[in-house]
Structure formats: C-alpha cells, structure tokens
C-alpha cells in the first residue's frame, strides 16, 4: 500500500449532479496534488493545497473547488457535472511544496463515470 | 510553453527485444525528468528521475539537453513490462508534475 487512500473507489452519477473526492495523504506528507486522467486530454494537473493552503492550480474548471482540512486529508469537489467529466481522478502526496522526488506518490484513483 | 511529447501511443515488441520509448520536452529552464509506469490502469509509480541516474527493473534514461529528450531504454523487453509509460517534468517552481500523453508497451511473448 502506497499510504496515499482515495475513496470512494468507484462513483456513478447523472449530469448536473455534485460529488465529492476524498484524499488521505500519506502520513507526514504536508501537500496533496490533484491530478484527471482522461482518454482524450491524458493527465493533466489539477490543483495542489499545501499545509492547508493552496499552492498551484493548473486546468480546473470553475465548476471543480478543492480544499485541505487541518487534518491534511484533501476533497475534491466537482459540480454540475458534464458526461466530460467521466475520468479517473488522481491524488497525490509528498512532503514538501515544491519537490517531487521519490516523496511523491499517487493514490489509486476515483474513476467517475458520469450517466 | 512547459510541454512533455511522446510520439508514440503503442510500441509493441517481442520478449528479449530492446526497447526505447521516446520523450522530448519543452522547457526554458532546467526541469526535473521522470518516467512514470501505470500497469492495467493501477496507480502511478515513479519509475525512475534523472536526478539519480539510477537504473529500476532494467530501465534506464538519459537526459540529453542538447535534443531535450529523456528517451527510456531497456535492453531485453520481459512480459512483464507490458505497461502505460508516462514521460513527465516539473517546473522549476511548485511540486506538479506536466505529463506526456503515455506510451503503451506491449510485450508480445
């Protein structure tokens, strides 16, 4: 187990609703980076929180907003969902802001299925 | 523009074959290189970085600035390596990684 925990593992939802992606860190790891792997856009960065703020964003849409409690486990949420959105969602942890050597390591994924 | 390019989406070789997946960057600065290995749509798993010119399972990568390539090689190609390769860099600032659009190796018995 890589220590990084995603869940729910598997979510079917209709258009226009709202979910939320829940991430559990790997234990002393202080940033959570969110990354969606898609067919047609590949892997693309989503938005890093560090120590609780945020730190980078990359493509999130508008209608995507993430945060990371005192706790340091991170949630994504996706709202008014579009069958675009159908992807597997990607989070990741290290311990540091801007390093990404052998700390960083990826849980194992939401995959969203939107109907 | 930051940008990770894999020319090839599959690459299929047969057992005991060398194997090369190609990887070229675009990146002003000095980026950190990473080869990424996602089996069956499993997590991510980092590979190998060119920081610590190590060799995992048998692979290795030369970061070549003068071509921006960072090409994964292996000498003899096992089944087992059958897999989704991701190229990535990451800026000089901030942790996230830009990946390539992946390379299928499929190892044919």
């Known amino acids: 187990d890589s220590g990084v925990t995603q869940t729910p593992k598997h979510l079917i939802t209709a258009t226009g609703q709202r979910v939320t992606l829940r991430c559990s860190p790997r234990s002393g790891d202080l940033s959570v980076y969110w990354y969606q792997q898609s067919l047609d856009q590949g892997l693309q960065f989503l938005i890093q929180y560090y120590n609780g703020e945020e730190r980078a964003k990359g493509n999130i849409l508008e209608r995507f907003s993430a945060q990371q409690f005192p706790d340091l486990h991170s949630e994504l949420n996706l709202s008014s969902l579009e069958l675009g959105d159908s992807a597997l969602y990607f989070c990741?942890?290290?311990?540091?802001?801007?390093?990404?050597?052998?700390?960083?390591?990826f849980g194992s994924g939401t995959r969203l299925t939107v109907v | 523009a930051q940008r990770v390019t894999q020319p090839e989406k599959l690459l299929s070789v047969f057992k005991g074959a060398p194997v090369e997946l190609k990887c070229n960057y675009s990146?002003?600065?000095?980026?950190?290189l990473f080869w990424y290995v996602q089996y069956s749509r499993q997590r991510l798993q980092l590979l190998l970085r060119?920081?610590s010119r190590e060799s995992i399972k048998g692979f290795t990568a030369d970061l070549n600035k003068g071509e921006t390539s960072f090409h994964l090689k292996k000498p003899f190609a096992q089944e087992e390596d059958s897999a989704m390769y991701y190229c990535a860099l990451t800026p000089g600032q901030g942790g996230k990684l830009i990946f390539g659009q992946g390379t299928e190796l499929s190892v044919k018995p």
């Open positions: 990741a942890s290290s311990p540091y802001h801007s390093r990404t050597d052998s700390g960083y390591t």
């Open positions: 060119h920081i």
């Open positions: 990146y002003s600065g000095s980026p950190e």
